[in-house]
C-alpha cells in the first residue's frame, strides 16, 4: 500500500510537470471535458469504493482548489472527515468486550435444538430443566432464543404427528399397498398390485392384469390376508394412496381383521415411501434391463425378483439382513465365494461355499 501512494504521488507530480507546458485554453477545454464526464459518472456510480491511497492522494490535491470548486468532487468535507474518523478508529482498536452475558457454548446450542428436534411436545423450560439435571444449566430465555434463532417453532406448534414419526413409530404394525405398470415389448400395459410389511420389508407380489378393477383389486386384498396367515393380527394400518381401483369393499376387507386403512395425501408418494421404494428399485434393478413379452412373463420375473428381494438382497434398516433371512455367522475371509445368476443374469446371487 505505502508503495502505491508513492507511484501515485510520482504520477501526479510528473502530470504537473507536463501541465506547465501546455497553454490556458488547453488547460480549460480539458477541465470542461473532464468536468462533463465527472456529471456523466456521477449519473451511473452511487458511491465509488477507493483505496486509503486513493483518498490520501485526493484529499491532498483537494486543499489546492478553491473552496469554490470542492463541489465538482466526489470527496465531501464529510467525506474527509470520516475518512479521519476512520483513521482514528484503526489507531486506537482494541479487543473490546461487549456488555452482557458471554455467548452460549456451541455445543450446548446443538443439544437444545437436538432435543427440541427429539421432543417435539418439549418446551423451552422442559428443555432448560433437562439441560439442567444434565450438568448444563441454562437459562429458560437463552433456550427459547436459541430456538427462535433456528426458526423452531413453539412446542404447541411443532407436536403435531408427521408420517415420517408415524411410520417410524407404528412400523411393526403397518402395511403399504401400490400399484404399478410396465409397458411390454407389444406396447401393451400390464398393472401389478405389490404391498410390503414396513417393519419387515418383506414383500408381496399380488397380482398381474391388463384390466385392474375393483373387484380384481378386492380380490388381491383377499390373497394378501391369507398369505400374512398368522400375522394378520399384528397388522394395524394399511397406507395406500386415493387410486379409484381401492374401493369400499377393498378397505372393508382389511376392516374386517380390525386393520385401520389410512390415505396418503394427494400427489404425496413420500408418505407412501417405503412402497414407492420397492418399485423404483425393481424398475432400476429389472423392469428397466428386460424386455417382458407377455403377462406370463411378467409374473415369472417379478415372482423371481420377489424371491430375491426377501431371501438375499440386504437392507440397511435390517443392518444388511435379508427379510426372511438373517445374517450368517463370521466365516473364513479366504473361503471361495461363488455367483449365481436370475433371470438370465440381470441379477446376481453370491454364496460363501462351505
Given at each position: 500500500?505505502?508503495?502505491?501512494?508513492?507511484?501515485?504521488?510520482?504520477?501526479?507530480?510528473?502530470?504537473?510537470?507536463?501541465?506547465?507546458?501546455?497553454?490556458?485554453?488547453?488547460?480549460?477545454?480539458?477541465?470542461?471535458?473532464?468536468?462533463?464526464?465527472?456529471?456523466?459518472?456521477?449519473?451511473?456510480?452511487?458511491?465509488?469504493?477507493?483505496?486509503?491511497?486513493?483518498?490520501?492522494?485526493?484529499?491532498?490535491?483537494?486543499?489546492?482548489?478553491?473552496?469554490?470548486?470542492?463541489?465538482?468532487?466526489?470527496?465531501?468535507?464529510?467525506?474527509?472527515?470520516?475518512?479521519?474518523?476512520?483513521?482514528?478508529?484503526?489507531?486506537?482498536?482494541?479487543?473490546?468486550?461487549?456488555?452482557?452475558?458471554?455467548?452460549?457454548?456451541?455445543?450446548?446450542?446443538?443439544?437444545?435444538?437436538?432435543?427440541?428436534?427429539?421432543?417435539?411436545?418439549?418446551?423451552?423450560?422442559?428443555?432448560?430443566g433437562e439441560l439442567a439435571s444434565l450438568g448444563r444449566p441454562v437459562g429458560a430465555s437463552?433456550?427459547?432464543?436459541?430456538?427462535?434463532?433456528?426458526?423452531?417453532?413453539?412446542?404447541?406448534?411443532?407436536?403435531?404427528?408427521?408420517?415420517?414419526?408415524?411410520?417410524?413409530?407404528q412400523a411393526s404394525g403397518i402395511l403399504a399397498v401400490d400399484l404399478f405398470h410396465v409397458?411390454?415389448?407389444?406396447?401393451?400395459?400390464?398393472?401389478?398390485?405389490?404391498?410390503?410389511?414396513?417393519?419387515?420389508?418383506?414383500?408381496?407380489?399380488?397380482?398381474?392384469?391388463?384390466?385392474?378393477?375393483?373387484?380384481?383389486?378386492?380380490?388381491?386384498?383377499?390373497?394378501?390376508?391369507?398369505?400374512?396367515?398368522?400375522?394378520?393380527?399384528?397388522?394395524?394400518?394399511?397406507?395406500?394412496?386415493?387410486?379409484?381401483?381401492?374401493?369400499?369393499?377393498?378397505?372393508?376387507?382389511?376392516?374386517?381383521?380390525?386393520?385401520?386403512?389410512?390415505?396418503?395425501?394427494?400427489?404425496?408418494?413420500?408418505?407412501?415411501?417405503?412402497?414407492?421404494?420397492?418399485?423404483?428399485?425393481?424398475?432400476?434393478?429389472?423392469?428397466?434391463?428386460?424386455?417382458?413379452?407377455?403377462?406370463?412373463?411378467?409374473?415369472?420375473?417379478?415372482?423371481?425378483?420377489?424371491?430375491?428381494?426377501?431371501?438375499?438382497?440386504?437392507?440397511?434398516?435390517?443392518?444388511?439382513?435379508?427379510?426372511?433371512?438373517?445374517?450368517?455367522?463370521?466365516?473364513?475371509?479366504?473361503?471361495?465365494?461363488?455367483?449365481?445368476?436370475?433371470?438370465?443374469?440381470?441379477?446376481?446371487?453370491?454364496?460363501?461355499?462351505?
Amino acid at each position: 500500500m505505502a508503495l502505491r501512494l508513492l507511484y501515485l504521488t510520482f504520477l501526479k507530480l510528473l502530470g504537473w510537470i507536463a501541465l506547465l507546458t501546455r497553454s490556458e485554453a488547453s488547460k480549460n477545454a480539458e477541465i470542461l471535458v473532464l468536468r462533463h464526464q465527472l456529471a456523466v459518472l456521477r449519473r451511473q456510480v452511487a458511491r465509488p469504493k477507493l483505496s486509503w491511497a486513493d483518498r490520501a492522494v485526493i484529499a491532498g490535491l483537494v486543499r489546492l482548489l478553491p473552496k469554490a470548486l470542492h463541489g465538482h468532487t466526489f470527496v465531501t468535507p464529510g467525506t474527509l472527515l470520516r475518512w479521519h474518523a476512520d483513521l482514528v478508529k484503526l489507531r486506537w482498536t482494541y479487543k473490546r468486550q461487549g456488555p452482557g452475558r458471554p455467548p452460549t457454548q456451541p455445543a450446548v446450542q446443538a443439544l437444545v435444538l437436538r432435543i427440541a428436534a427429539e421432543n417435539p411436545a418439549w418446551g423451552y423450560r422442559r428443555i432448560a430443566g433437562e439441560l439442567a439435571s444434565l450438568g448444563r444449566p441454562v437459562g429458560a430465555s437463552t433456550v427459547w432464543a436459541i430456538l427462535k434463532k433456528a426458526g423452531v417453532d413453539p412446542a404447541p406448534r411443532r407436536s403435531g404427528a408427521t408420517w415420517a414419526g408415524f411410520l417410524r413409530s407404528q412400523a411393526s404394525g403397518i402395511l403399504a399397498v401400490d400399484l404399478f405398470h410396465v409397458d411390454i415389448v407389444l406396447l401393451k400395459r400390464l398393472y401389478c398390485m405389490v404391498a410390503i410389511e414396513i417393519s419387515t420389508r418383506r414383500v408381496h407380489l399380488l397380482g398381474v392384469t391388463a384390466h385392474p378393477t375393483g373387484s380384481w383389486a378386492v380380490q388381491q386384498a383377499r390373497d394378501l390376508l391369507v398369505a400374512l396367515d398368522d400375522r394378520v393380527d399384528q397388522m394395524k394400518f394399511l397406507i395406500r394412496d386415493r387410486d379409484a381401483k381401492f374401493t369400499d369393499t377393498f378397505d372393508a376387507v382389511f376392516a374386517s381383521e380390525a386393520i385401520q386403512v389410512l390415505l396418503s395425501p394427494v400427489r404425496a408418494p413420500r408418505a407412501n415411501a417405503y412402497i414407492e421404494r420397492w418399485i423404483g428399485g425393481c424398475r432400476r434393478e429389472l423392469l428397466d434391463r428386460t424386455l417382458i413379452i407377455n403377462e406370463r412373463h411378467l409374473r415369472n420375473v417379478l415372482a423371481a425378483y420377489e424371491n430375491h428381494f426377501n431371501t438375499h438382497r440386504p437392507h440397511r434398516a435390517l443392518h444388511q439382513a435379508a427379510p426372511l433371512r438373517p445374517l450368517p455367522d463370521p466365516v473364513d475371509p479366504d473361503g471361495k465365494v461363488i455367483r449365481r445368476d436370475l433371470l438370465g443374469g440381470v441379477i446376481h446371487e453370491y454364496t460363501q461355499v462351505a
